[in-house]
Nanobody, 119 residues
Framework: QVQLVESGGGLVQAGGSLGLDCAAS????????MGWFRQAPGKEREFVAS????????VYADSVKGRFTISRDNAKNTVYLQMDSLKPEDTAVYYC????????????WGRGTQVTVSS
């Protein structure tokens, strides 16, 4: 199965930027979409952004529209999340997820990377 590894998390001041990477261990021809989710302590995991693997169609949560950008590099089997104008409310563990072809649910998940935005 596909293994996902996130990287790029860290500590940043409010208003700053951070970029996250998620690399898949296997060819992505079997992946229809990849997305980013996040979970703050004591809160439910929430959707952040997604991108289809072939067409590159994107969807963003209202809370990050205009600030975050999701992209992918099919040749590198990698999805990115560029986060600008970060707010303390963005502090969470960010998870990469992948959806297999002909499915509607995300089947594969990374272990997460911590993003902390200080005031």
């Amino acid at each position: 199965q596909v293994q996902l590894v996130e990287s790029g998390g860290g500590l940043v001041q409010a208003g700053g930027s951070l970029g996250l990477d998620c690399a898949a261990s296997k060819p992505t021809f079997s992946i229809s979409a990849m997305g980013w989710f996040r979970q703050a302590p004591g809160k439910e995991r929430e959707f952040v952004a997604s991108i289809t693997w072939n067409g590159g169609s994107t969807v963003y949560a209202d809370s990050v529209k205009g600030r975050f950008t999701i992209s992918r590099d099919n040749a590198k089997n990698t999805v990115y999340l560029q986060m600008d104008s970060l707010k303390p409310e963005d502090t969470a563990v960010y998870y990469c997820a992948a959806r297999a072809v002909f499915t509607s649910a995300y089947n594969y998940w990374g272990r997460g990377t911590q993003v902390t935005v200080s005031s």
